[in-house]
């Protein structure tokens, strides 16, 4: 390929589509409402859309890397968003150092299971 690719934008689902926007926006995300049952969520330049579909499967087996600069200060954000408190099923572990670089999950409210990390 000789084209710039500039991004790649997954398409996520939402067991209930109101919370999953609601939380994203708790989590620093920007949303953009494409149609009633459809936004993009952007944050500085990645993107994903949230469509109001639900799989179980198909949810309980999406995961999502999103490289961070520090995991360190990401995770200290997170913490202080009160997430678990707000939302039901939403889960977080912390922190792991691995040979490769670092990292910490977030289920969201769906199951939907976000890596964020960083690579040494």
Known sequence: MTKHIKSIRP?????????SRSFYKDLGFEEIILEPRLS???RE????YL?????????ENTMIFM??????????????LDLKDK?????????RTMEWGKECFVHDPSGILW????FF
């Open 40 to 42: 993009l969520f952007k």
């Open 67 to 80: 490289e961070v600069a520090d995991t360190d200060e990401f995770w200290k954000e997170i913490l202080s």
């Open 115 to 118: 890596h964020f990390g960083e």
């Open 11 to 19: 398409f996520v689902g939402a067991q209930d589509f109101n919370i």
């Open 87 to 95: 939302y039901e099923n939403v889960k977080f572990t912390p922190i």
């Open 51 to 59: 469509q109001d579909y639900y799989t179980k499967d198909w949810i």
């Open 45 to 48: 330049e990645i993107g994903f």
